[in-house]
Each structure stands twice: as structure tokens, then as C-alpha cells.
């Protein structure tokens, strides 16, 4: 959105006493941002993110952007909504399983019936036109295999760890997922990060710190040695310190790769 577009946006907000926003994470993300940096009172009372997990950086900007919490909703362009995050539940979501199957397979193509990961296939209830039945979603998660405290019998997966497409490769060729995680530990310090894939094993990570944090220096040299700790033998990393990660349409894309 312009700059225009994201004050009138605003606006109608706080004209219309709008409770509920949903949206696109690198849509909702970057109007937050906004309104911090711009000092833009906001005050929806809850934000349905789709189209990517929000992640720990993003749940801190919507807080501070729009003073309310954000909850993930796990849908697709084929199969609609599948599945919401429970406020009660630690981020994890509720499947909404009286609308579809959801199953999480192995390599195998054999269901999981444990808390290991696996990947996602579908199973729609609604669609009479175009039956979708053990639809390959591709994005990986695992069952967590407890009744969750708000009652609800809707079973619960964890938050969707990235599609089967969202993976870097070492040098040995291997890949490596969830590779996020050190930037979940130091939301505070960062505002967004992206990959961009030069060959296997050679990555260049785009960090774009949170300069309100007087301390956000720390949290980089934390990024830096975390990676350098956990895959210093397997990817040449390189750091690019940037004042924005550019969403694509809305969407938030992890890892991109150098054309
Ligand atoms: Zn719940």
C-alpha cells in the first residue's frame, strides 16, 4: 500500500470502530510498522493473519503497531480455511475438522499419529464440485497431542513450520528446514529477515533490525553466532543489513533465490 493508502486505511479504522482485521502477514506486518513509526493510534481488537505463519517478529509489530494480539489462520487458495491458532493454546492451531480431514503423513505416505513432523495432505468435506480427497498440501507440521485448555474438541497441530518448498540446501546437498529459529529468539531486536539463495550452501541473509531497540547491535551479533554455532559447517553464510524486507503482494517470502 502507499503511504496514502495505508493513513486513509487508517482512518477508516478508527472512523468505523473496526474490531476485527485479516489479512496477509507481510500486508498486516508492514501497516503496523507503519503506524508505529508514523505514531498512528489503531486499535482493532484482533488480527487474523493468512497466507504465511506469523512468526514471533511479526506477533511483536502488530502488538505494538495495533496494541492487539495476532492469531494465525492455516488456509489455501484449494482448500480454504483448515485450521486456527487457539488463544489458549501457545500459538498451536485447532483443526477444523468438521469441515476437513486433515492428515500428517511420512515419507511413507503413512499417517503420523505421534508428535513427529510430516507433511500435510487434505481431505475437503465442502467442495461437491471439485473433490479434493488426500490433496497433497505440502507444508509441514506435527500433531501436539493434548486436549487444549479452552475445551474446543478440535484436535491441534503446531504452527505450520514452512511448505516442503521453504528449505535451504547445504553443501552436501541435504536440507535443512526450520533454519528461523534464531530470530525467534530476539523478536525485539529484528524487524524482518530473508534468505537469498546463491547456490547450495551459500546464502546471503537479508537482517532488517529493529534501530528503536538501542540494543538491536546484540541481537544481530546473536543471529550471527547462532548460525555461525549451529551450521557454520554446512552453509557460507553472509549478513546484509537492510531497512526493509519487500513482501510480495502481501506475502512474506522467507527464501528467495538469486536469478
Ligand atoms: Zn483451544
Redesign the pocket.
Known amino acids: 500500500m502507499t503511504t496514502e493508502a495505508m493513513l486513509e486505511f487508517a482512518r477508516d479504522i478508527d472512523r468505523n470502530g473496526v474490531t476485527y482485521l485479516r489479512g496477509y502477514a507481510g500486508a498486516l506486518v508492514e501497516f503496523a510498522q507503519f503506524c508505529i513509526e508514523n505514531g498512528i493510534s489503531c486499535y482493532p481488537k484482533i488480527c487474523s493473519v493468512v497466507s504465511n505463519p506469523i512468526d514471533a517478529i511479526g506477533r511483536r509489530i502488530i502488538q505494538e503497531g495495533l496494541h492487539c494480539d495476532a492469531f494465525d489462520v492455516y488456509g489455501s487458495n484449494e482448500c480454504q480455511n483448515m485450521a486456527h491458532e487457539?488463544?489458549?493454546?501457545e500459538h498451536?492451531l485447532?483443526v477444523l475438522s468438521d469441515l476437513r480431514h486433515l492428515e500428517i503423513l511420512d515419507e511413507q505416505q503413512q499417517p503420523i499419529e505421534d508428535e513427529s513432523e510430516g507433511v500435510v495432505y487434505i481431505t475437503s468435506f465442502t467442495n461437491f464440485i471439485m473433490p479434493l480427497i488426500r490433496y497433497r498440501q505440502g507444508d509441514r507440521t506435527n500433531w501436539i497431542k493434548k486436549t487444549?485448555?479452552?475445551?474446543?474438541p478440535?484436535p491441534?497441530i503446531h504452527r505450520i513450520k514452512g511448505r516442503e518448498s521453504n528449505w535451504l540446501v547445504d553443501k552436501n546437498g541435504q536440507k535443512v528446514f526450520a533454519v528461523t529459529s534464531p530470530f525467534f529468539d530476539v523478536p525485539n531486536f529484528i524487524n524482518g529477515y530473508q534468505y537469498v539463495v546463491h547456490a547450495p550452501g551459500k546464502v546471503t541473509i537479508k537482517i532488517n533490525p529493529n534501530k528503536k531497540n538501542p540494543d538491536f547491535e546484540k541481537g544481530i551479533e546473536y543471529i550471527k553466532d547462532s548460525y555461525s554455532k549451529q551450521y557454520g559447517n554446512r552453509f557460507d553464510f553472509t549478513y546484509e543489513i537492510v531497512d526493509s524486507i519487500p513482501h510480495d503482494d502481501g506475502k512474506l517470502r522467507i527464501i528467495v533465490f538469486e536469478k
Open positions: 487457539c488463544a489458549q493454546s498451536n485447532h487444549c485448555k479452552c475445551g474446543l478440535f491441534l
